[in-house]
């Protein structure tokens, strides 16, 4: 018998950056609205990928809203 193991996964990149007025309610910095792209790849060859926009915190990263 043979098992095939495939590996799948989602990589969230942040391709542009643009300061937006607002502080982050987790840690108080700065926020940014950012155009992301999420990956889909199948054995690390991406095959599916979605653009959206989000706000960010510069500092700690967390997601305060997203636009999808």
């Given amino acids: 018998m ?3 193991c495939f590996l799948v996964d ?3 990149t ?3 950056t643009k300061p937006v007025a607002g502080l982050c309610s987790r ?4 926020a ?3 155009d992301m792209r999420t990956a889909t790849r199948f054995c690390y060859i991406p095959f599916y990928w ?3 926009k989000a706000i960010v915190c510069t500092f700690c ?3 305060l809203k997203s636009y999808r």
């Fill in 32 to 34: 940014c609205v950012a």
């Fill in 2 to 4: 043979v098992c095939f």
């Fill in 27 to 30: 840690c108080c910095c700065c």
């Fill in 61 to 63: 990263g967390a997601i």
């Fill in 50 to 52: 979605r653009d959206w």
């Fill in 10 to 12: 989602q990589k969230r």
């Fill in 14 to 16: 942040m391709r542009r």
